[in-house]
Nanobody, 118 residues
């Protein structure tokens, strides 16, 4: 069983920045990819960004140019740097881990709340 623990959420004003972290209980160097997803109240959980084992990244159009995903294999930790935050970025942010051969993530964290409001 893998434990994923998010941290770094909170309240920030529009235009501000936050950095989310996701710490894994196992090595992340051998997994297919890791990702950040978010779910706003009353909405589906959507992909925000993913990063694979080679470091290739993928972003939702709504966050391109504002968010940056990265990973530190030595620390078994993934990050999401969020800049120029907007009220519509308000959501619970979840990190995920997917193994080779699987279509959907195998493990999820419990989430961290990001609120963008003045």
């Amino acid at each position: 069983q893998v434990q994923l623990k998010e941290s770094g959420g909170g309240l920030v004003q529009p235009g501000g920045s936050l950095r989310l972290s996701c710490e894994s209980s196992r090595s992340i160097s051998g997994v297919y990819d890791m990702g950040w997803y978010r779910q706003a109240p009353g909405k589906h959980r959507d992909m925000v960004a993913t990063i694979d084992s080679l470091g290739s990244t993928n972003y939702a159009d709504s966050v391109k140019g504002r968010f940056t995903i990265s990973r530190d294999n030595a620390e078994n930790t993934m990050y999401l740097q969020m800049n120029s935050l907007k009220p519509e970025d308000t959501a619970v942010y979840y990190c995920s881990m997917r193994f080779y051969g699987d279509v959907t993530p195998d493990y999820w964290g419990i989430g961290t709340l990001v609120t963008v409001s003045s």
